[in-house]
Nanobody
Framework: QVQLVESGGGLVQPGGSLRLSCATS????????MGWYRQGPGKQRYLVAS???????TYADSVKGRFTISRDSANNRVYLQMNSLKPEDTAVYFCDARGGSLVYWGQGTQVTVSS
């Protein structure tokens, strides 16, 4: 069993930055891919960014050039650096871990971009 806990969300003005953090209960990065998803009001959850066990990264077109996913194996954390935030980035952001047939989710953290 793997526990994921997100933090770092909050209220930020358009153009601002936030860094989300996902703490994992154990070091799983060598065998799990990690991802950040978001779900806006009345919308489906979708993948924003992911990083594989081999450090390959992917991004949704809507966040390319603005968001960066990274991980810290020493501290069992995955980060999502979000810059140039827009109101449409407002959502609950979830961290997930995928390894084989196993998928784990965090509880989510709210990000609100508003003036």
């Amino acid at each position: 069993q793997v526990q994921l806990v997100e933090s770092g969300g909050g209220l930020v003005q358009p153009g601002g930055s936030l860094r989300l953090s996902c703490a994992t209960s154990k070091n799983i990065f060598s065998t799990y891919s990690m991802g950040w998803y978001r779900q806006g009001p009345g919308k489906q959850r979708y993948l924003v960014a992911s990083i594989t066990s081999r450090s390959g990264t992917t991004y949704a077109d809507s966040v390319k050039g603005r968001f960066t996913i990274s991980r810290d194996s020493a501290n069992n954390r995955v980060y999502l650096q979000m810059n140039s935030l827009k109101p449409e980035d407002t959502a609950v952001y979830f961290c997930d871990a995928r390894g084989g047939s196993l998928v784990y989710w965090g509880q989510g953290t709210q990000v609100t971009v508003s003036s």
